[in-house]
């Protein structure tokens, strides 16, 4: 029985936001206007896809290999949306592929004629795979999930002839060079001034959001109640783009270090909207009337509502980054003009005189303003140096993930679970078509076992495999057994491959889509000596559906997915995370703080599909002020590390940091230290006489207020010794 790629695998990888096949009140013609109407990238893609698929079908039939269908299935597991995204995983693809060859020889070897050593082996060199898989992103997870499969594949191809494990070996990896080959040359053809492309790419994400988050900040200085839930929304599509640029930076070829400094920016957009959030907090804590504050704030809304359209060039860039620093001048102004009528009051204590609480609160929230703009400044300077080839820059950057170690071990274990079972399987029933069934249940559970929710992506993948097996029930019955040419052949081939194209470009049904143009190949079974047989055809049919089955009860019955739990372990992490920041050494850097909240945001989104329940729109909401709170820690441990305050305001700061270190969510003694040492620091800022350490403890009084308000405002979330509800 002719076996089936190992790479199945990340089609899915893009596919993270799933939608149903049918949406509410939707009508026919609507759903099917992807296929109907097409739009022109997707007919493009379809088109260019298909023709890679069947000219390395026909130089496959042409060389008289053995399984040709492997060269047109490698096209489409290859093909993705941007040149880049298909490149990324060609390479990668090619380096699982040599480390699965090499360990399906040496299981092979050491474990020949001994079935149960060897399905327990491979299961566990699977399982492995996908452990890792789970740890990293991108197609490098694609990578290490392909070392197990393709090992699984040849390997269990090798068994009715162990001796030939070498020669099966090769003749997969031919295939695989082949498909790539194909696919990368057409795609090559009609990818025009690639790089200029890539750079306009980056280019217009990053402006697309430098612009979102200016005007969702001006909004909440503005005082908009609705900005708070639009601004959360904002972090997932920021992770995506930190993704993207990846692929950009693939396509642009020799480049210097323009990723890097977008990804910059991108922690920079992060970290501003956390400060306009934090703002907004200061705002809500600070109760006295501010006309000074109110009059800056709003300049500072008008230059942010202006922001976007002065992104487009690099005149207009250094223009607004010299308009920036004039506000953030005011900004500094008011706070000295504060501090000079503080001091000509010459007051000692400042709850003795309201005018003082009132000056000290401006300065607070013009100190939290010029931070802001700050960050802004820095998004705005990243975003100018990713445009623009640096001679001489040696910059790194990358935003670290959320990992979650407990569902990695998860995937393994349920991996090798199924493969053991389905070797099982084939031992008590000595099925003729047995080791084709192991073969799909091996690669489904490697296309699935990474994805957060794979009960569901695996139910999608069986309904697209239902439809390949229909389709092509059709062509060997029908079509192919009157044609006896290639040219037939393409032509028979080529609408139902189309067909699949234009399916995989559209959100709904992109994961059936997926199994479709994968197995369609697979099912038709193309070969020289002649056409697939009714017998045949199904009982590969039959072996192949079964086994994406068995893989779907698997995934069911062993250790299922569930997003409570996995929210659970993430507010846990969290926990421990806020723990970490207040003690570890080095201290922290935002850019790894940010980084893993913002996959977490980005998790709990994809949960939530379009109607988010209370209980998830109050992890949304939890997760946002943790993350609020580790920076504001960060900057506390910063400024301690400068040594600019007296001894004495240094005391309550350590104090909290030490509550923080201990912080269990439980008895909110962190938010009452933190409010401790904010009237502390209040008393001891007002008899301070040096200008530069006011200043500074200014900065730790705003830091403070934000780290009680959101321990307070999130006491229910933050306390992970039982599952959190909302109420």
């Known amino acids: 029985m002719p076996s089936l ?11 993270r936001h799933l939608r149903p096949l049918r949406r509410p009140g939707e009508q026919q013609s609507g759903r099917l206007r992807w296929l109907f109407a097409p739009s022109l990238p997707a007919l493009g893609f379809a088109v260019r896809t298909t023709a890679a698929a069947l000219i390395a079908l026909i130089i496959a039939l042409w ?18 949306g941007s040149r880049g995204e298909s490149i990324s995983k060609a390479k990668w693809r090619l380096v699982g592929t040599a480390i699965g060859v090499v360990m399906s020889i040496t299981l092979i070897s050491a474990f020949i004629q001994q079935a149960w050593l060897f399905f327990p082996a491979l299961g566990i060199w699977v399982g492995l795979c996908c452990t890792m898989a789970t740890l990293v992103r991108n197609f490098r997870s694609y990578a290490l999930v392909l070392a197990g499969y393709t090992c699984a594949i040849i390997a269990i191809g090798a068994i009715p002839n162990p001796a030939n494990v070498f020669m099966t070996a090769m003749s997969r990896a031919t295939y695989i060079v082949l498909g790539i080959t194909c696919e990368s040359v057409l795609a090559g053809l009609f990818a025009h001034n690639l790089a200029a492309t890539a750079r306009r790419n980056i280019r217009d994400k990053l402006r697309t959001a430098l612009g979102n988050v200016s005007g969702s900040v001006s909004s909440l200085l503005s005082g908009d109640d609705e900005a708070l839930v639009r601004s959360r929304a904002m972090f997932g599509p920021i992770l995506s783009i ?11 070829g020799p480049h210097g270090h323009e990723g890097d400094h977008a990804r910059a920016a991108l922690a920079a957009v992060s970290v501003l909207l956390s400060r306009g959030l934090g703002m ?13 504050f109110r009059a800056t704030a709003a300049r500072v809304s008008a230059f942010l509502n202006a922001l976007p359209p002065q992104l487009e060039n690099d005149d207009t860039v250094q223009h607004l980054l010299e308009n920036l620093r004039l506000i953030r001048g005011e900004c500094r102004q008011q706070i000295v003009d504060a501090l000079t009528t503080e001091i000509s009051m010459q007051q000692v204590r400042v709850q003795d005189n309201p005018e003082i609480q009132a000056l000290l609160d401006g300065r607070i929230l013009h100190n939290a303003l010029d931070e802001l703009l700050g960050e802004l400044e820095q998004a705005i300077r990243e975003y100018d140096a990713s445009q623009h080839f640096i001679r001489g820059d040696h910059f790194h950057f990358r935003l670290q993930s959320h990992v979650d170690k407990r569902e990695a071990m998860y995937n393994g274990i349920r991996a090798a679970v199924a493969i053991t079972s389905a070797g099982l399987v084939w031992e008590v029933t000595a099925w003729s078509a047995g080791l084709g069934f192991i073969t799909f249940v091996a690669i489904v559970c490697g296309l699935f076992a990474t994805r957060e ?6 139910t999608q993948f069986m309904v697209g495999s239902l439809w390949a097996a229909l389709v092509s029930f059709f062509l060997v019955f029908v079509v192919l057994p009157t044609q006896e040419n290639y040219e037939m052949l393409v032509a028979s081939l080529a609408l139902p491959m189309i067909a699949g194209g234009l399916a995989s470009r559209n959100a709904g049904t992109a994961l059936h889509a997926a199994a479709y143009t994968l197995l369609l190949p697979n099912f038709v079974h193309p070969f020289n000596q002649g056409r697939e047989n009714e017998i045949a055809w199904f009982n590969t049919t039959a072996a192949i559906l079964l086994g994406v089955a068995f893989a779907v009860i698997m995934f069911r019955a062993v250790m299922p997915f569930s997003s409570a739990a996995e929210r659970w372990r993430m507010r846990r992490t969290l926990l421990r995370d806020l723990r970490t920041l207040a003690s570890a050494e080095p201290i922290p850097l935002n850019q790894n703080w940010i980084g893993r909240n913002i996959d977490r945001f980005a998790r709990l989104i994809r949960h939530a599909g379009p109607t988010p329940s209370p209980t998830i729109e109050g992890c949304l909401q939890g997760t946002l002020a943790a993350m609020t709170i580790g920076l504001n820690i960060i900057r506390l441990r910063n400024l301690l590390e400068r040594n600019q305050i007296p001894r004495s305001a240094r005391r309550p700061i350590e104090v909290v940091m030490a509550r923080m270190s201990r912080f269990t969510g439980k008895y909110g003694r962190t938010a009452q230290s933190a409010r401790l040492a904010t009237n502390t620091l209040r008393r001891i800022e007002a008899m301070e006489p040096n200008i530069t350490t006011r200043i500074e403890l200014t900065r730790a009084i705003a830091y403070l207020i934000v780290v009680s308000h959101e321990l307070d405002a999130n006491a229910v979330f933050l306390d992970a010794s039982k599952p959190y509800k909302a109420a």
């Open 280 to 292: 907004a907090v200061r705002l809500q804590y600070v109760e006295t009337d501010q006309p000074v």
């Open 5 to 15: 790629p190992v790479f199945l695998l990340d089609r899915i990888g893009p596919l």
């Open 63 to 80: 060389m008289e290999l053995d399984d040709p269908q492997w060269a047109a299935m490698t096209v489409w597991i290859v093909a993705q």
């Open 453 to 458: 929710n794979p009960v569901v992506a695996t």
């Open 242 to 252: 930190n993704d993207q640029i990846e692929f950009s930076e693939v396509e642009m």
